[in-house]
């Protein structure tokens, strides 16, 4: 069974820095990885999606990489700003027609 | 993308009743799921909804307890029956859009349940 684990938990740092959030798995058989977003009492908001033959995606200051065969992908946001401020889930997909496993998320903070 | 409205919003229930939550999509798409999150938690996989056939649930969940319905391509329908405080959550629809290689999957804003 596919497991997801999310590092750090919980993340506070002043606005500007650059952080590397962290997520691993424990099947390598993926089909893709998506990080989303989720703000207090919201829904997700989908950031990145990376395809199992992809190695990164990027979208204004973030990045995310993916390195399939260790079951490990690393979410990059340049330039931390307050509204950055939220919940960053790691998912994967065993298959097109697969739902999703999740990771715990960071839940993270940025300070003005 | 996809835009994906979930009614209600958040209810509060009585325990022992039923609460059906509704997901409609703006477009087609190939797949829909359901997902539920605890306090503090993250995203459990219910079911996928199967259009015009039974939902398929993932282990722990069962149809007596959150019968779905997908009667199109573009909405879906799940009812958490006979409630406790347990299944006090947020639950969320999602939906899958496959094209060509690219598998991507979008959410709705999620169905905040109290049951007291």
């Known amino acids: 069974k596919q497991e997801v684990t999310q590092i750090p938990a919980a993340l506070s740092v002043p606005e500007g820095e650059n952080l590397v959030l962290n997520c691993s798995f424990t099947?390598?058989?993926?089909?893709?990885l998506q990080w989303f977003r989720q703000d207090p009492g919201k829904g997700l908001t989908s950031l990145l999606l990376?395809?199992?033959?992809?190695r990164e995606q990027t979208s204004g200051r973030l990045n995310a990489s993916l390195d399939k065969s260790s079951g490990r992908s690393t979410l990059y946001i340049a330039a931390s700003q307050p509204g950055d401020s939220a919940t960053y889930l790691c998912a994967v997909s065993g298959g097109g027609a697969d739902g999703l496993t999740f990771g715990k998320g960071t839940h993270l903070i940025i300070q003005p | 993308s996809a835009v994906i409205s979930q009614k209600p919003s958040r209810d509060i229930c009585q325990r022992g009743t039923s609460l059906t939550i509704q997901c409609q999509v703006d477009?087609?798409?190939?797949?829909m799921f359901w997902y539920r999150q605890q306090p503090g938690q993250s995203l459990t996989l219910i079911a996928t909804?199967?259009?015009?056939?039974?939902?398929?649930?993932e282990s722990g969940f069962v149809i007596d307890k959150f019968p779905i319905s997908r009667p199109n391509l573009t909405f879906s329908t799940l009812t958490v029956s006979n409630m406790s405080p347990e299944d006090s959550s947020i639950y969320l629809c999602?939906?899958?859009?496959?094209?060509?290689?690219?598998?991507?999957?979008?959410f709705g804003q999620g169905t905040r349940l109290t049951v007291v």
């Open positions: 099947d390598s058989a993926i089909y893709n």
């Open positions: 999602s939906a899958v859009r496959i094209t060509g290689y690219k598998t991507e999957a979008f």
């Open positions: 990376i395809q199992s033959s992809q």
């Open positions: 909804a199967n259009q015009g056939s039974e939902a398929t649930y």
């Open positions: 477009s087609q798409v190939t797949m």
